[in-house]
């Protein structure tokens, strides 16, 4: 814990945002830092959520404990959806509160005497939950590095992929796609490499599709695209940024039979104990919401939804590109990741919300090789959208 | 993960019933085995949850991600309503989706190198969770206990506490009261002695309240009623068996800001960073729900259907009494403890369901002192508790 306590950049964040709303207390912040869903659920699946909500009040509705794993008519809708034709089957699919607290059970699962790689810049749960085990080693202040963590680069000169030849082997490979920050969606050419060097490293992948719902071109939205991917991988997924569930809470993962550590056990048979002695199963209420989101008018609905967000992620793209800066991302991603060449993303940071009042997050955040960029999110309102385009043409022109 | 696999009970146990339930299709079977609410949550609960569940369909009322250690609403309610005139303060409490998934992310923040003690017999989550992230040392297959866990012997013959004056020093002390399997709930002079007792040796009791809502007596509902416990205790606790949320998920845990480590920095510093890297929050609905039983009115509806289960237990001890077995707990907790002297309680397990299709579960799942017991859960429908009542008294005539 101690390691973690030093370089944490995301409480200075919360702090700089505060200290200048003190300071411009009648300016109309934008807050496009954190990646947090704003538009109302469809009533489709609110209805159905409700309705669960009053069957607990009846003798015949009421339920208590369901399954650690999840219901099993959700699990199956779930492998049916998302993966029909990949193989996955229900008793596949473990149905959890979020993606982000299934990588902590998978930590535990996997416990300090593993190595890791991650793709730098990512999500920062990958690297903290490992520091949090004790996989990482310690930090180098100066690289913003953990010792025993390999970091993969992820740059516009190797199109966000690494470069798997220069890679050390590790025995997991935390993987994002649409990746969290760059929004860069790994093709499927790029997915094949990766299996087959974990396959030829003996290494397990976790990969993260929380994203995948944002996928626009013909990028695969899951690892168990590739064939044999079932062998050396497990997906984490989730409700949140695909059906606005980030308050509800809900997600999955899928953890392949087929999947064994070198002695032949299967990783499934230690996962189901781990959740089933640190988890005791989604809320219910949440997991009728997700079953409601599944069935094709609650899928329609929640689509609709998430191309609101893309159309917001497009108009974020468009801007900074006329501004006349490079960005990436957006496509197939909620997030724009816009380069700032020779910058601190610190300087970025709150020189635009200095100037145009807009939250946002440094690139640092994600990992050293995020220094130079900052992320957006698009998620928000239209007119908050079309606001902060509106002052950031202002401001660079 | 490989030393959990032996020695698990509990899948031995649904094997059984499901064995049993194909051996006897038409015996209706009455399942006394896990706790598991059955009563219906009042009215003024499930309004509360679906009036937050349509607002997430409103452009005003929609929420994204809550703050991960929950609704400061509903951490001051916790803090008002359980811990009034205890100094516990709102920030101080950490709203979560449930007891057992708290301990887990306990265990995660203690890591490997802390030594840990366990009343035997308690429930299974403290053991195996300590297994999981690399506490326990060996399994002894002979003795069931693991070497490098302190089991502190509760029986008849010292009142359900340990003697503290023969037990080794560890870092951490998992305490339950009211525990489950036993019923027995610690009195006020039992917890100040093991208050002390921690402060004497630097250890850090995590106390688990769960069923402080079954307490009948004057015995404390809080290990915070102790003085000084703030420096040397943590509480985890639930709303699953207080408010029938064993589905909906919800609990809290308790870190006040005195409890330091050694070098003088605060635990809670540390849990909440946890928090923040391995969950998001409990779901907003749970939270609402939540919110409503701790309201003057929903308290009492709340305390109506315990008093149902309370009700039930005391059926279920008289029965035993009745029959002139020894009998414990019931009183202050929804278990009743049956000693079967000499008997092997998978044996008596195993009788009791072949003759009486009633599903109980032998006290060897909770720790080798269990060995001569069987608990019954008194969760259930009162046709069900009192139809098993005369089961059992016709068996045993």
Redesign the interface.
Known sequence: ?ES??SGYLFPEISKRELEHTRKHPHAKLIRLG?G????????I??SA??KQ??A????Q??????AEQGNLELRMAIAERFYKGMGVKGDEVFVS??A??D??RLQ??L??NVTVAVQDPSFP?YV??SV???QSGKLNEETGKYSKIVYMNCEPENNFFPDLSRTPRTDIIFFCSPNNPTGSAASRQQLKQLVDFAKANGSIIIYDSAYSAYISDNSPRSIFEIPGANEVAIEVSSFSKFA?F????LGWTVVPEELRYSNGHPVM??FD??VC??????????QAGGLACLSPDGFQAVSCVVNHYKENAKILAETFDSIGLKVYGGKNSPYVWVHFPGSSSLNVFNEILERTHIVTIPGKGFGPAGEEYIRLSA?G?RECILEAASRLQNFYK
């Open positions: 814990m973690l306590r954190v947090d869903t704003t538009q109302p659920i469809p009533d699946i609110t959520m409700a909500v009053y607990l009040s009846t003798v509705g009421y339920r208590g404990y369901g509160d979020g982000q607290c990588i902590s535990m699962l416990g300090s749960a903290d939950s949090i085990v004790g606005g980030t308050g509800v809470r048979k230690d104990r781990i002695t640190c988890f005791n199963g989604a809320s219910n209420i949440a998620f309102h």
